[in-house]
């Protein structure tokens, strides 16, 4: 018989099995709460975070302002050139995923993804309303249907609001103030997070979600996974048939004696793992998809090997095949292994290009380029004028004037389209929206123009303090003569 | 229909039609295709019904819907022109000189007078209005001829350069092929080149050909050459030359000159439109306070 099943076939919830799983105690359950707590708080406070960015600037910390395309993160602000950056945070999330997966099986899955996480909370609401109300009335059924879209609803909301100014949006959208396309998000939000969370539950994990499929690929014989330790619990039998001789003696001369031995094993065949199960399945057919490595299973076996006054641990995280290796003591892990070390390679490496990236991005863009048509202008001094598409986007904190002059050409002269006569250097300010897109007329002194092309360089610099922004280079335009 | 006959071998029964000992599995196309096939029939004769399907002797059958793409274009365009009406109001009733100043409504006017000029004024004046040597003036330098203020441009666009409307700027330079001999005609031409030659200030006014510019070409070009904007006449002191700064392009268009036309704008364009192109080439560089 197989010990192992990796790609077993997945039933959802069997008819016998419990519509919501039974509330269980331990470890990991305290584990899993406090991180659905803290995830949760993460998830619902961080768009009221406010960051002082000036009067111009949205004041919320973390926001993701589309129509603007721009991203703000406490101090940062990014824009679509920045998406480098975003690629090497997504390797990073996926190598680290990986890596975790490599060591500990699906923490991810049974602690962390948002499936879960809010699986486990409208379970919570589920069970504390049947309490409160009764199983199967229609009060409890109500208060249910209630308090979980409300919840759906709030989660909605909360993800919107990252994207809207979460102080005035939620008023915006009560008041219908709010645009077609946060109702339409909201809508689809709330629609979900019910679909997913309330109906659909751990049939989302067994048959949607892609992952399961890949964790073949990313465990091996020294990953931590939720293991039943077969070679101590079967045959299963009733707690008043006797115990196997051999879990009570375990010297090898009478394990060997006793083949023939009609006692049980450690499992009482309870069943308590498997009802408290998030996704039903039944851990001691072993290692199986179904299975998110949560570990309420250990937990709820633990408190019922504690009452029969047996060992804990006849179903704990440990590496696959120790199902049969037949001790009572945990393999230490592995943590050094060629296959984390090159995860761990590769997560410094995303992470250091994003930090790099991050450190080096720019604050002025600054385009100048040729206007198309004619490379020069003939004035009816004799002088020549090239005309140039100025457009420059600032993310510094202030910049409200800048200076722009040319190199490469004495005596040249500056100016944009609203103004009548040229400077040495010209002044603009910097409009609330930190974009420019102007006409920059460069005009070569008379007589003084090149012949043929020249490079010169046009140096945009910050009117109050004088530092350098930009330099750009591009080139001026003569008749040849 | 012969009678039904099993195939031994897979246990399907045949269609009784046999070739040469080889005899055909009954194996009809499945249900699920035939009734889509039959659907999509039924649907082809509501679109038959409902849109314009077929062409008849003298037009086409327009289906009870009475829809046209070209319904949609003019809808859509309409729509457009609404969306836009707020902006364009506004443009007609802010004075001419004023527009500019209001950032917005500049912005606006730029982008609606980019369109109208590639769609009308890019002909001849080039894609960025930078203008064709010996044919069309350029824009977007600092010499005009009918004058580069907003309201000079306007009035250009809106009733255009010797045309049969009574509002155009109209002015005829003789053709002095008929009454100057081929000497005198390179003599003025020389002088005429010598306006924008600053070097030869002391003795131009020794040079044969002053007496006759003076009477000839003064009364509108300027004493110095400085041009008439009244008349559309040229100045002729500066380094820009529409017909050519050469010595032989100058002598032509003395002998026979060319006048440029420009359309009288008026009756095609609306006035929003004509306003729109005024501030877009206004701003191109050469514009006049």
């Given at each position: 018989m197989a010990t192992t099943t990796i790609l077993d076939t997945v039933s959802p919830r069997k008819p016998a099995r419990l519509a919501i799983p039974q509330t269980v105690r331990g470890r990991y359950r305290t584990i899993k709460t406090v991180v659905a707590a803290i995830l949760l708080t993460f998830y619902f406070v961080t768009p009221w975070i406010r960051w002082d960015r000036g009067p111009q600037l949205p004041d919320q910390a973390v926001l993701f302002d589309l129509p603007g395309r721009r991203l703000f993160l406490f101090g940062l602000e990014f824009w679509p050139q920045d998406l480098p950056i975003a690629v090497g945070v997504l390797i990073l999330g996926a190598f680290g995923l990986f890596g975790a997966t490599t060591l500990a099986g699906r923490v991810w899955c049974g602690f962390t993804c948002p499936q879960t996480v809010w699986t486990d909370l409208f379970f919570t609401i589920e069970r504390l309303c049947e309490r409160l109300f009764?199983?199967?009335?229609l009060l409890s059924n109500v208060a249910k249907a209630i308090v979980q879209v409300t919840l759906a609803i709030a989660t909605a909301i909360g993800f919107a609001a990252y994207f809207n100014d979460a102080l005035t949006f939620p008023h915006a959208l009560v008041t219908g103030a709010a645009p077609m396309g946060a109702y339409i998000a909201v809508g689809v939000l709330t629609l979900t997070t019910w679909l997913f969370a309330a109906y659909a539950k751990e049939r989302v994990c067994l048959h949607m979600c892609p992952w399961p499929r890949f964790q073949a690929a990313l465990l091996d014989k020294d990953s931590l996974v939720v293991t039943y330790q077969r070679w101590r619990g079967e045959p299963r039998g009733k707690k008043k048939v006797p115990l196997r001789s051999t879990l009570t003696d375990l010297s090898a001369l009478v394990r060997e004696a006793s083949s023939f031995d009609a006692g049980r094993g450690d499992c009482i065949d309870c069943q308590r793992c498997v009802n408290v199960c998030p996704t039903g399945i039944d851990i001691r057919d072993g290692?199986?998809?179904?299975?998110?490595?949560?570990g309420l299973c250990i937990d709820a076996c633990d408190d019922v090997m504690a009452r029969i006054g047996r060992p804990a641990?006849?179903?704990?995280?440990?590496?696959?095949?120790?199902?049969?290796?037949?001790?009572f003591q945990k393999p230490t892990v592995r943590f050094l292994r060629p296959k984390t070390l090159l995860y761990a390679i590769l997560c410094l490496v995303a992470l250091g290009s994003s930090v790099f990236g991050t450190l080096r991005m720019k604050s002025v863009l600054v385009d100048i380029d040729p206007q198309r048509g004619q490379p020069f202008v003939q004035l009816s001094d004799g002088s020549v004028r090239n005309d140039f598409s100025f457009r420059l986007a600032h993310r510094l904190p202030t910049l409200d004037r800048i200076a722009i002059h040319a190199e490469g050409l004495p005596g040249a002269t500056l100016r944009f389209a609203d103004a009548q006569t040229g400077h040495e250097a010209v002044h603009l300010a910097v409009p609330g929206n930190r974009r420019i897109s102007d006409r920059l007329f460069i005009t070569a002194a008379p007589r003084r123009g090149p012949s043929g092309r020249t490079n010169i360089r046009i140096v945009v610099t910050n009117?109050?303090?004088?530092?350098?922004l930009e330099e750009v280079e591009t080139y001026f335009w003569g008749p040849a003569r | 229909m012969s009678v039904q006959e099993r195939d031994p071998l897979t246990g399907q029964v045949t269609t009784g039609h046999e070739w040469d000992g080889i005899k055909e599995l009954r194996t009809p196309i499945p249900n699920w295709w035939l009734i889509t096939f039959i659907v999509t029939w039924v649907l082809s004769i509501g679109y038959l019904v409902l849109y314009p399907s077929f062409a008849t002797t003298?037009?086409?059958?327009?289906?009870?819907?009475?829809?046209?793409s070209r319904n949609d274009l003019s809808e859509a365009t309409q729509q457009a022109r609404d969306m836009q009406s707020a902006w364009r109001n506004q443009i007609l009733a802010t004075p001419l000189e004023q527009i500019e100043d209001n950032e917005e409504l500049r912005r606006f006017a730029v982008a609606g007078g980019v369109a109208a000029f590639n769609e009308n004024c890019a002909a001849c004046h080039g894609v960025g209005a930078v203008g064709q040597i010996g044919q069309f003036p350029s824009l977007?330098?600092?010499?005009w001829l009918w004058g580069g203020t907003i309201t000079d441009i306007h009035t250009t666009i809106r009733h255009g350069i010797r045309t049969a409307s009574d509002d155009a700027r109209a002015s005829e330079m003789p053709a002095f092929g008929d009454v100057m001999t081929g000497e005198e005609i390179v003599a003025t031409a020389d002088y005429v080149l010598s306006l924008s030659d600053r070097s030869l200030d002391a003795m131009r006014a020794s040079m044969p050909g002053a007496a006759l510019f003076a009477d000839n070409c003064e009364s509108c070009h300027g004493a110095g050459g400085e041009g008439n904007r009244e008349f559309g006449a040229p100045r002729l002191n500066d380094a820009i030359w529409l017909y050519g700064g050469t010595r032989d392009a100058v002598i032509r268009q003395i002998t026979q000159p060319k006048m440029g036309q420009m359309p009288t704008w008026e009756s095609r364009l609306d006035e929003g439109t004509i306003r729109m192109l005024a501030v877009y080439v206004h701003t191109l560089g050469g514009g006049e306070k």
């Open positions: 009764g199983k199967d009335t290692l199986q998809m179904g299975c998110i490595g949560c641990g006849l179903i704990r995280f440990d590496v696959e095949g120790s199902d049969s290796a037949g001790s009117a109050a303090n004088g530092a350098t | 003298k037009s086409y059958a327009p289906g009870i819907l009475g829809w046209s977007i330098d600092d010499d």
